[in-house]
DNA sequence: CCATTTTATGGAAACGTTTAATCCTTTAAG
DNA sequence: CTTAAAGGATTAAACGTTTCCATAAAATGG
């Protein structure tokens, strides 16, 4: 028995079905639907009568034969798992959507070669662009930068920039977010502020600890190598490195975590060491989400325009399909953080910590 | 000027290019690349030499057009921002991957409308099965159930049934799990117990209302309209059904909200009436996430099954895609969900509401 | 009313594959 | 050594569109 479709699913009609029943060319058919041409009204009629009739709908990808376009556009995320992703998503989707595109979404888990395998499907699958949030770059990983480079496709790069520059990309303003950050703990008057991180060598983190790193300058305070630590962006790698943060004879007042995932982590240490948040210990975490605002203690954090990267990020790509030319090559677009501030910092005064 | 991709976009080798390269015909490039019929060692050799030369990699779309499937599958969810629907993707993702099936991702955002546009798209483009966690149903939406009825595309539902019941699904055991919620409450010796739940025509909450109902009849504890409150499920919507719940005279010692947005809604209402959790009343929310286990109070839910909800939809659909048949078409597989016990719940006894 | 332009249609090639049908070589068996 | 079977490769026909080119019909201008 040869396998076939069940009868549950009829076949569909195409466009010479069409064209017979309206008894005219599939040219003419063609041009009805694609407003292309002339046609006469009394036959657009007939043709849309026989469309309606046999509820015929075009064929992407055998259009695409000669179109060269799919309308569908490819986004690679490290993990929509994370918050911050799906509301980027979101952002895009709203804009593409607008010119009838469709996303297929790629997690990549942080993993460059997954992130290589994604791409060299969505290549074969001609998606007409794609929205890169790459994975962190494995040292010495050329044949990935070779990948990149030769890609027949359209990037946008998105909140993350691989080493080369030349390249269209929408990003948010992290050294600021870092600064913002460290300047509110510093005008709460703490000085011992320290910092965790991520170790991948990814420009959003490094410009965190930049933003962290010139704050803390313009204070005269002296950067030290203790108060930074880095590690993977998981809630148990911030478990396991924030005790030797807690535990030093000069514990800091203060922590500035620079990841999501990681600050669950650090709130987790801080209460497995009896710590209380702010008054023994203040914090500022990093992304805001609804459950920030009502849950204990409510994180003081910096805000990313993660909607806003989406839409910036989709409408570039959109216009660089438009007229598909590299014009917007160099076009780097950086969004604005914003700190929330809210109950995770107190104050820091002659030794003593309060609440604000 | 005419529009055309600038230099950086090099054309793609064809499949005629390796032919052509590796001295043989097109067929014989075909047999390699699909492994399918035989070819000699040698001239095996020559192909694979030209295809890595050129880096040709097959167009899907034209392949699309003799083999019928286009290795991509549509995911329709209500909306991605929820984080219920990333780890659901997560898991079809992660068992979809393994047959070399990408995703198409849509957001309906609950809406009946936009949810069949997106049917409609992924039916034009071809995509070889639908996993669909649908929108709630519009009354007397006769065109929605024609479409869904007449779609050309193998459909396993997810989380969600429709009306007609002969299709493929997999959901999470609601019913047990609102039992298992209110369950929890009434051994705590809660007697006046509200919930919170929503008002679209909604399969999961009415069975998680249909759990809440069973547990207290078990109890004989009458079943109260002035206890059960429905509406949209958003925060904000939670925040303005919650007063009628607070200020009732006979208020309810406990709330079970069925959803997980509405809980975030609850608890801030919770705060603005100046109420202490589990203090003064007792919640019990749904869905779990990192987080929850971290910051306070730390909140008792029922938490689903995500991952594997959507590993099992995603493992039906394949199933039903090798032998293109129908003849998992009655199969249902039901998950079941995990309360998961923490601090939102204090005992109650003799009108005062206690920590456990 | 003729010449010319515009409008309306159809025929057929092309897009990049897979795959049947076919043909030519080997190889193995008797 | 002859013949049948198996193996290896090719030719050509699809798949469902769009679009160029050609042609026919209608409208326009003088």
Redesign the interface.
């Given at each position: 028995m040869k396998?076939?479709?069940?009868k549950?699913?009829?076949?569909?009609a195409k466009i010479t079905d069409i064209a017979k029943r309206a008894g005219v060319s599939i040219a003419t058919v063609s041009r009805v639907i694609n407003h292309s041409g002339n046609v006469k009204k009394s036959t657009k009629e007939k043709v849309l009568k026989a469309i309606k009739e046999l509820?015929y709908?075009?064929?992407?990808?055998?259009r695409?034969?000669k179109t060269k376009r799919?309308?569908?556009i490819g986004m690679v995320v490290p993990?929509?798992?994370n918050?911050f992703?799906?509301?980027v998503?979101?952002g895009a989707?709203s804009v593409v959507k607008q010119e009838?595109y469709?996303?297929?979404?790629?997690?990549t888990f942080e993993d460059e070669y997954e992130e290589m395998r994604?791409l060299?499907?969505?290549?074969?699958?001609?998606v007409d662009g794609i929205l890169l949030i790459k994975a962190p770059a494995r040292s010495g990983n050329e044949q990935y930068m070779q990948k990149l480079k030769?890609l027949?496709?359209?990037i946008v790069y998105l909140d993350r920039l691989p080493k080369l520059q030349d390249i269209p990309a929408v990003v948010a303003d992290n050294v600021g977010g870092g600064y913002a950050a460290t300047s509110h703990l510093l005008k709460l008057g703490h000085k011992r502020i320290a910092i965790i991180t991520v170790h991948y060598p990814l420009t959003v983190h490094r410009e965190r600890l930049q933003g962290y790193v010139k704050a803390l300058r313009e204070h005269d305070i002296p950067i030290s190598r203790l108060y930074i630590k880095k590690g993977a962006s998981t809630?148990e790698e911030a478990i396991s490195l924030a005790p030797s943060l807690l535990n030093m004879k000069n514990r800091p007042t203060a922590i500035f975590v620079t990841n999501h995932?990681m600050t669950?982590g650090l709130?987790?240490a801080l209460?497995m060491a009896g710590l209380q948040c702010p008054e023994d210990i203040s914090v500022v975490g990093y992304d805001d989400f609804?459950?920030e605002?009502?849950?204990?203690?409510r994180l003081t954090v910096v805000a990313q325009p993660t909607y806003q990267l989406g839409q910036a990020a989709a409408g570039l790509l959109i216009e660089i399909l438009r007229?598909?030319?590299?014009s917007m090559h160099h076009k780097i677009v950086m969004l604005s953080t914003e700190l929330k501030i809210r109950e995770s910092c107190g104050i820091y005064r002659q030794n003593k910590l309060r609440k604000p």
């Amino acid at each position: 028995m040869k396998h076939e479709r069940s009868k549950r699913f009829h076949k569909m009609a195409k466009i010479t079905d069409i064209a017979k029943r309206a008894g005219v060319s599939i040219a003419t058919v063609s041009r009805v639907i694609n407003h292309s041409g002339n046609v006469k009204k009394s036959t657009k009629e007939k043709v849309l009568k026989a469309i309606k009739e046999l509820s015929y709908t075009p064929n992407f990808p055998a259009r695409y034969l000669k179109t060269k376009r799919t309308l569908t556009i490819g986004m690679v995320v490290p993990d929509i798992t994370n918050p911050f992703f799906p509301m980027v998503f979101r952002g895009a989707e709203s804009v593409v959507k607008q010119e009838n595109y469709t996303i297929i979404l790629c997690n990549t888990f942080e993993d460059e070669y997954e992130e290589m395998r994604y791409l060299s499907i969505l290549e074969a699958k001609k998606v007409d662009g794609i929205l890169l949030i790459k994975a962190p770059a494995r040292s010495g990983n050329e044949q990935y930068m070779q990948k990149l480079k030769n890609l027949s496709i359209p990037i946008v790069y998105l909140d993350r920039l691989p080493k080369l520059q030349d390249i269209p990309a929408v990003v948010a303003d992290n050294v600021g977010g870092g600064y913002a950050a460290t300047s509110h703990l510093l005008k709460l008057g703490h000085k011992r502020i320290a910092i965790i991180t991520v170790h991948y060598p990814l420009t959003v983190h490094r410009e965190r600890l930049q933003g962290y790193v010139k704050a803390l300058r313009e204070h005269d305070i002296p950067i030290s190598r203790l108060y930074i630590k880095k590690g993977a962006s998981t809630i148990e790698e911030a478990i396991s490195l924030a005790p030797s943060l807690l535990n030093m004879k000069n514990r800091p007042t203060a922590i500035f975590v620079t990841n999501h995932k990681m600050t669950i982590g650090l709130m987790r240490a801080l209460e497995m060491a009896g710590l209380q948040c702010p008054e023994d210990i203040s914090v500022v975490g990093y992304d805001d989400f609804d459950w920030e605002n009502v849950f204990h203690p409510r994180l003081t954090v910096v805000a990313q325009p993660t909607y806003q990267l989406g839409q910036a990020a989709a409408g570039l790509l959109i216009e660089i399909l438009r007229d598909r030319t590299d014009s917007m090559h160099h076009k780097i677009v950086m969004l604005s953080t914003e700190l929330k501030i809210r109950e995770s910092c107190g104050i820091y005064r002659q030794n003593k910590l309060r609440k604000p």
